[in-house]
């Protein structure tokens, strides 16, 4: 399956996800219904006379057990919901997680972050933050959140004390392919409904725990308020215990759950792994080492996330049908199938990882040699030298499925970054100030004037920050920056919600400042601002509401002629005509275009607006409109980097992460 499939599927295993709820559900209020009934036929039947089938047919009491059993579980999901409304962050720190900072010093923690970076930067995807788990010492690791837009990557202490790079590549090229599959959003929803099935089993403990501390005080009562008591206090135990063994109905259940969700799909993420990093002694390397030192969390909350980690976090069920992981050596076989099963230290060639790694592709630490830059540098200048050769077609299908080409991308954008804009990047006023450089530098005549006004609106402290981050951006490659922007994300996250209002308007007062938006400042503003405005007013992810092209056809029909615009001059309307009419041919039979209108009927107010009424499409219908628009850039055999930074920045507000060119494209 390609990227779009693997989103609309994994929306179908939630009605999958739904159905074994309700078979949960049914078998708790079935299994409570029958004691309750029982109880009762007991104390009401004729003294002598036995129970029938009859006595268990009691619509009342099945009515008022259904209804306060449904309204439990309903109670205890939609809080469970709630609660995780944060999504990876409420996760991570659940899990006893601490936040990387990213300009951390240790060297195990830059090679972590340098990773995590590389893989963000190849997937087309804002670099996630990393959070630590500082008290574990086995080796695993998982993804957490709703969309690309707001995960997080989360990794033991023991995996970054324990794996070499290569390994560590394979075990976060795993998580990204959960991240890039769809799976965050349904192991969210599965701790959430799964919440509400576990809650009667919860209720019932407490109940009987509150009624064993109660009983001694009632022991010391009067006689008579003694044996009073003492007969709620014995049927609140029981009620309690009856409730907590019934409610092991809802944890077998919830196991079944998690194993019909997510054994497969680790098959998956282990096979992804290995196409995206081109090395399957990587992740086989760090599933070997968790045979040896393990994989288990001690946080008492592990089981709750138990189905999202990358190796088996919780004490494996004695029945295999409910293990969430498939057996660690049938992983290890399905990529090496000469591996004898022997987890011994003796017998594997155990790499340790060394503080060299903490700089891209295992360079020497830093500072970077010029040499190192330049060659970098070069092959990120081929790259834009050479986009016309690049398909915009291939740029689709890559959506969801980076390659190790488009990872050779990252290493190299990364190595030509200098070492202070590096720093800069890491810091939350120095991102901020290198989107502000970002914008000044699409429009260089504006520089100076642009820079007094900030000094005198915004302080001096501000200004000369940004220009000095300007000169470090001046040399980089045109396609470098997009990039940059995605590596300021996670620090820009840091900054406070007023720093946050004030950054917004500084960047909105930027663009706007020559009454002239150019496309990369549109593309940098709408993207930006997207990811940190849904992470500061912690808004959900865009709903499914479009499942046809039809409906959505208006907003298309503007996208394609927005990217008609904006691949040919202004003057040459023929040329953009037959452009936009090769895009809409690809749509022919589903939905008809109107005639291209004049490039002013395409500006950025009304295609940020298609934007968003586009985001709520279906992913079948997210593809058919993404193959349109490179369509559209491929009518005249080539795609120059205004129209690769709009279809990057259509398919990122489509949820859709389109990474950069693969290195080996060109």
């Not at 939609?78 to 601490?98: D, F, N, P, Q, V």
């Not at 991102?431 to 007094?452: G, K, N, Q, R, Y």
């Not at 490039?599 to 107010?605: D, K, N, P, S, V």
């Amino acid at each position: 399956m390609n990227f779009f499939q693997h989103q609309d599927a994994a929306r179908r295993k939630t009605g999958r996800l739904i159905l074994l709820f309700s078979l949960a559900v049914a078998a708790i209020v079935g299994a409570i219904y029958f004691i309750v009934v029982g109880i009762y036929a007991v104390n009401h039947a004729p003294a002598g006379t036995s129970l029938t089938a009859d006595d268990f047919v009691n619509p009342s009491i099945f009515g008022l057990t259904s209804l306060g059993v449904g309204l439990t579980i309903a109670a205890g999901s939609l809080y469970r919901i709630a609660t995780l409304s944060g999504g990876g962050k409420t996760i991570a720190e659940m899990l006893g997680g601490r936040l990387l900072d990213g300009r951390a010093t240790d060297w195990r923690e830059r090679r972590m972050l340098n990773v995590v970076e590389e893989m963000a930067i190849a997937s087309g995807m804002p670099v996630p933050p990393v959070y630590v788990m500082d008290r574990e010492t086995g080796i695993n690791a998982f993804a957490a959140g709703f969309t690309p837009a707001d995960a997080v990557i989360g990794v033991t202490r023991g995996t970054m004390e324990s794996l070499t790079r290569d390994e560590l590549q394979g075990v976060v090229a795993h998580e990204f392919s959960h991240i890039l599959h769809g799976d965050m959003r349904l192991n969210i929803r599965l701790m959430g409904v799964l919440h509400g099935i576990l809650l009667i089993s919860l209720i019932g403990y407490y109940l009987f725990r509150a009624a064993l501390e109660i009983r001694p005080s009632s022991s010391r009562s009067s006689s008579n308020k003694s044996d009073g008591g003492a007969a709620i206090v014995l049927f609140v135990i029981a009620v309690g215990l009856a409730l907590n063994v019934l409610g092991y109905i809802g944890v077998f259940f919830g196991h079944l759950i998690k194993s019909a969700v997510s054994r497969q799909r680790e098959y998956l993420a282990d096979a992804s792994a290995v196409q995206f990093t081109r090395n399957p002694e990587g992740i086989t390397g760090a599933l070997r080492k968790i045979g040896a030192i393990g994989s288990r969390f001690q946080n008492a909350n592990a089981e709750q996330a138990s189905h999202m980690y990358f190796g088996n976090g919780i004490a494996t069920s004695w029945l295999s049908l409910l293990a969430t992981h498939p057996p660690l050596v049938d992983r290890i076989k399905r990529l090496d199938p000469r591996f004898d099963g022997d987890f011994s230290r003796e017998r594997l060639s155990w790499p340790e990882p060394t503080e060299a790694e903490a700089t891209p592709g295992e360079r020497p630490d830093p500072p970077r040699s010029a040499a190192q830059r330049a060659a970098s540098a070069a092959v990120m200048g081929n790259l834009a030298a050479g986009m016309s050769s690049l398909s915009a077609e291939q740029a689709v299908a890559d959506v969801g499925h980076p390659t190790h080409g488009h990872l050779l991308f990252a290493a190299n954008f990364l190595r030509t970054l200098p070492d202070q804009l590096t720093e800069e990047v890491h810091d939350p006023i120095g991102a901020a100030c290198t989107v502000f450089a970002l914008l000044l530098h699409a429009d260089p005549s504006d520089d100076e004037p642009m820079l007094e006004q900030m000094r005198t609106h915004y302080g001096k402290t501000i200004a000369e920050r940004t220009a000095r981050i300007l000169e470090f951006v001046k040399p980089l490659s045109p396609y470098s920056r997009l990039p940059l922007a995605q590596l300021t994300m996670t620090a820009l996250r840091q900054l406070t919600p007023a720093q946050f209002d004030q950054f917004r308007r500084l960047a909105v007062q930027l663009v706007k400042a020559d009454r002239h938006v150019s496309l990369f400042e549109f593309c940098l503003q709408r993207m930006i601002l997207k990811h940190l405005s849904r992470h500061f007013a912690d808004a959900p992810p865009e709903p499914v509401l479009y499942k046809s092209l039809d409906a959505v056809a208006a907003p298309t029909a503007l996208l394609l002629g927005a990217l008609a615009h904006a691949g040919h001059p202004q003057q040459d309307q023929a040329a953009a005509t037959a452009a936009y009419r090769t895009g809409g041919n690809t749509l022919a039979g589903r939905i008809s275009l109107p005639p291209l209108g004049p490039a002013e009927a395409y500006g950025f107010g009304p295609l940020d607006e298609a934007l968003r009424h586009t985001a709520c499409s279906s992913g079948a219908v997210k593809q058919q409109i993404l193959e349109a628009c490179a369509a559209t850039i491929e009518h005249d055999g080539k795609m120059k980097i205004d129209e690769a930074e709009l279809l990057r920045t259509i398919a990122d507000a489509l949820d859709s992460p389109m990474p950069p060119p693969a290195v080996d494209a060109v």
